[in-house]
């Protein structure tokens, strides 16, 4: 059985860092393109970032991009989230997922390309 588990989240203040990893265990992962969505506050999930399965490419919504760096370590199945100059706008439940039906970023990041998904993690910026 396919789990991912996300940590790392918590308070920060405007302008700090967060890192944030996701373990994924009971499946192949290092062939699979894993993304990171968020969700805040009465929103929608959206998609943030996305990478390939070697890590050689990534791909970034426009209001993360510069300040948000996905990698992964394959010998870890473990996917990261390291983020940068944070905002009060980044404010919001993290979560990580893979898919198993699409290798290709650009589609990875509709949610419906997204086969499993981790519990969440909590992300709060103050201002």
Known sequence: QVQLVES???LVQAGGSLRLSCAAS???FSRKAMVWFRQAPGKEREFAA???WNGAGT????SVKGRFTISRDNAKNTVYLQMNSLKPADTAVYYCGVSYRDPRLYNVRLEGTIDYWGQGTQVTVSS
């Open 8 to 10: 790392g989240g918590g």
């Open 26 to 28: 009971g499946g192949t």
């Open 50 to 52: 996305a990478i390939n």
């Open 59 to 62: 791909y970034y919504a426009d």
